[in-house]
């Protein structure tokens, strides 16, 4: 064999072998279990702070209401659609059990016209719809910003909550 | 005129020829090239796969799903970033679409066309699809982007160099760089509700019970059961992207 070669398979095992150390001490040692990437980031993944409770915690304390909400047309929706996360609520209250809530956990209480019109607002996209709700009927849509504005007799503005009640419409 | 034979007579050649093709023939047929794979079946693990399915019909845009993704997964409220958004469709009399999806819809819709000129408007709503041959994860040059065997597309944001490659592959849109992380970052499906027994987000809180998702290896499941009762279609489909989030009443025009 010439020396050339020689020299050159010399020179090859270092590199082959350093890499082979780089890579060891580099790699990741989950990487490659399932594919081409860190087995571990799945676990990760899961390791997240959560925020929505689930309708099922807010019925252990507010089961009045959930019984309530269950008669009407929005015996589906979910507390969490219209009052937004509670989780740090619920566990606030599972915790201090009969101890009154700092504000900053209280949840929001939609009164707002805009907050029904997110979903009731007349759109030409919600009328094909159909809902296997209480007697087959579709989503109730009215123009929110001129639907009984304002109170005949006092001519204040009126809130939608105040005639119509949001937990059984 | 001495003539150089060559060492290698001609029989030889063509022997050697003839090992090294049949050779590479055989290990190919042995262990399939991904490519070949890739343009059959989409895979479909094993144990856990799970699948997404939407009914447009359903969908009052709401956008309660946009916000509430954005709530739970604290995702950026300004400038727009969404991992799930609601795209209102609006089809004139004339033949012209017009998409809008003002915040991705978390203020709601404002009808913007008046209804003698609509021929027909729907809302669809937008996530990750979790392909199970994502284009997003096969660009990755880092390996920080993949899918669980479980079929879901994760980003490990400790090992994303933030180069944006993903961000450019996936047809849908459906990524973005975070721009406080530095990181890709997309719909996980709320992995961190699922592994504790909870719904994703915008399962959850969905008014109308639109979206299902469900195990697609699980002939039992709910999402099954919504696939054999309705027509549904994934977006793009010419993409082969093997998208696993199927829509009911999905029209041509959706994008």
């Known amino acids: 064999m010439p020396q050339q070669i020689k020299r050159l398979i010399i020179v090859f095992t270092i590199f082959i072998v350093?890499?082979?150390?780089?890579?060891?001490?580099?790699?990741?040692?989950?990487?490659?279990?399932?594919?081409?990437?860190?087995?571990?980031?799945i676990q990760e993944n899961t390791v997240r702070e959560l925020h929505y409770a689930g309708s099922a915690k807010c019925s252990k304390c507010h089961d009045d209401i959930h019984f309530d909400k269950s008669l009407g047309f929005h015996a589906k929706l979910k507390c969490e659609v219209c009052h937004g996360p509670g989780l740090k609520h619920a566990l606030y209250a599972d915790k201090y059990k009969g101890k009154d809530l700092p504000d900053s956990l209280i949840l929001y209480k939609p009164d707002n016209r805009k907050d029904c019109a997110v979903c009731h607002q007349k759109n030409a996209a919600r009328i094909k719809i159909l809902f296997d709700t209480v007697d087959n009927s579709m989503i109730k849509q009215v123009n929110t910003m001129k639907h009984n504005l304002v109170d005949k007799n006092t001519k204040e503005e009126l809130k939608c909550i105040e005639c119509h009640n949001p937990h059984q419409p | 005129m001495i003539q150089n034979k060559p060492k290698l007579s001609r029989r030889d050649f063509l022997k050697a020829g003839v090992i090294i093709s049949g050779g590479i023939a055989i290990t190919t047929a042995l262990v399939p090239i991904d490519g070949f794979l890739f343009a059959g079946e989409p895979p479909k693990g094993k144990g856990k796969w799970y699948g997404i399915g939407i009914d447009i019909n359903k969908c009052i845009g709401c956008g309660k799903c946009a916000n509430a993704c954005k709530l739970e997964n604290n995702v950026p409220k300004e400038p727009f970033y969404f991992r799930s958004w609601v795209e209102?469709?609006?089809?004139?009399?004339?033949?012209?679409?017009?998409?809008?999806?003002p915040n991705g819809g978390i203020d709601g819709f404002k009808q913007s066309v008046p209804d003698e000129e609509i021929f027909k408007s729907f809302f669809v709503p937008k996530m990750c699809n979790h392909c199970s041959k994502s284009p997003c994860t096969q660009v990755c040059p880092v390996g920080a982007t993949f899918e669980t065997p479980e079929g879901i597309a994760l980003v490990d944001s400790n090992y994303c160099i933030g180069c944006g490659y993903c961000v450019q592959a996936c047809p849908y849109g459906c990524r973005y760089l975070h721009p406080e992380k530095g990181t890709a970052d997309k719909c996980t499906l709320c992995f961190h509700r699922l592994a504790k027994g909870l719904q994703p987000a915008c399962f959850e809180i969905c008014p109308t019970e639109a979206r299902i998702y469900g195990d697609l290896n699980d002939p039992k499941s709910k999402l099954n059961s919504f696939l054999k009762n309705h027509t549904c279609m994934v977006i793009k489909p010419h993409l082969n992207t093997g998208s696993k989030l199927f829509y009911n009443a999905l029209s041509s025009e959706v994008r």
């Open chain 2, 88 to 101: 209102q469709y609006t089809i004139k009399n004339d033949g012209t679409i017009k998409v809008e999806s």
């Open chain 1, 18 to 41: 350093l890499f082979l150390i780089i890579q060891q001490v580099l790699k990741p040692s989950s990487f490659g279990v399932f594919g081409h990437y860190r087995a571990n980031a």
